[in-house]
């Protein structure tokens, strides 16, 4: 998954750096004023921001109408009930006081975003393979498929959207945010990569090129095939 953090307090700071050395991905905006424009441009999973930023121009209403379904989790200090009913009310997914140890903040940041995608634990399971969410692993029976941090976030960003169209440009986006994408030659040799470790199971799922469009994940119902895990 990746998340649009605002660092625009030392907390905030904090807090994008814990969720990066967890694995997330994160896109880092260092100015208030700005995250709205982020949000906008990218995709994300995930909006944490301070709540301080919406004394600053930023509006949770404008936040939910640019992407009605991305989650949104403000940090705030020392905040009180009927504040927080307000912010709730006003578009926020959650409230967190920024006085929490960061591993609550970010188990409490993580379990939004994947019941955003309607996962109740961060175990999800995809044909023959199970997704440790957490972990960042992927397991199928007692193997752990041996995936970089760049395959995996590819495969994990089509898990989560099964049968749906990703662009090519969707899926760079998604990996390398504003940073520098590759040659055009680098992802798809990701994608072969990723063909390769998931050829044994191929009968059940395998991503699909779409010409011209970009990359889809077929999931095949193994109780419909008498040889699910044929190649």
Same mark, same amino acid.
């Given at each position: 998954? +990746?998340?649009?953090?605002?660092?625009?307090?030392?907390?905030?700071?904090?807090?994008?750096?814990?969720v990066s050395? !967890?694995?997330?991905?994160?896109?880092?905006?260092?100015?208030?004023?700005?995250?709205?424009? %982020?949000?906008?441009? =990218?995709?994300?999973?995930l909006?944490?921001?301070?709540?301080?930023?919406?004394?600053?121009? *930023?509006?949770? !209403?404008?936040?939910?109408?640019?992407?009605?379904?991305?989650?949104?989790?403000?940090?705030?200090?020392?905040?009180? &009930?009927?504040?927080?009913?307000?912010?709730?009310?006003? =578009?926020?997914?959650?409230?967190?006081?920024?006085?929490?140890?960061? &591993? #609550?903040?970010?188990?409490?940041?993580? !379990?939004?975003?994947?019941?955003?995608?309607?996962?109740?634990?961060p175990?999800? #399971?995809c =044909?023959p393979?199970? %997704?440790?969410?957490?972990?960042?692993?992927?397991?199928?029976?007692? /193997?752990?498929?041996?995936?970089?941090?760049?395959?995996?976030?590819?495969? #994990?960003?089509?898990?989560?959207?099964?049968?749906?169209?990703? $662009?090519?440009?969707?899926?760079? $986006?998604h990996?390398?945010? %504003? #940073?520098?994408? &590759?040659?055009? +030659?680098? %992802?798809?040799?990701?994608? !072969?990569?990723?063909?390769?470790?998931? $050829?044994?199971?191929? =009968?059940? /799922?395998?991503i699909? *090129?779409?010409?011209?469009?970009?990359?889809?994940?077929?999931?095949?119902d193994? $109780?419909?095939?008498?040889n699910?895990?044929?190649?």
């Open positions: 998954m +990746r998340y649009l953090i605002a660092e625009t307090s030392w907390k905030m700071v904090s807090l994008a750096k814990a050395d !967890c694995g997330t991905l994160v896109t880092h905006c260092e100015a208030g004023d700005a995250i709205e424009d %982020f949000h906008k441009i =990218g995709e994300h999973d909006v944490a921001l301070d709540a301080s930023q919406l004394l600053r121009g *930023t509006s949770l !209403c404008r936040l939910r109408e640019l992407h009605p379904d991305t989650p949104i989790v403000l940090i705030a200090r020392d905040p009180v &009930p009927e504040q927080i009913a307000a912010w709730l009310m006003a =578009g926020a997914d959650t409230v967190i006081d920024e006085a929490a140890a960061l &591993p #609550e903040m970010i188990a409490q940041i993580d !379990c939004v975003a994947r019941r955003a995608q309607g996962i109740a634990r175990l999800l #399971e =044909g393979l199970t %997704f440790d969410l957490e972990a960042r692993r992927v397991h199928l029976g007692d /193997v752990t498929l041996s995936l970089s941090p760049k395959l995996y976030e590819i495969l #994990e960003y089509l898990v989560l959207r099964p049968g749906r169209l990703a $662009s090519r440009e969707a899926l760079l $986006s990996v390398y945010g %504003f #940073e520098n994408e &590759p040659a055009p +030659r680098v %992802f798809d040799v990701y994608m !072969c990569n990723l063909r390769s470790h998931l $050829s044994g199971i191929a =009968g059940t /799922v395998r699909a *090129t779409v010409r011209g469009a970009g990359y889809r994940l077929d999931v095949q193994p $109780s419909r095939s008498n699910p895990l044929a190649a």
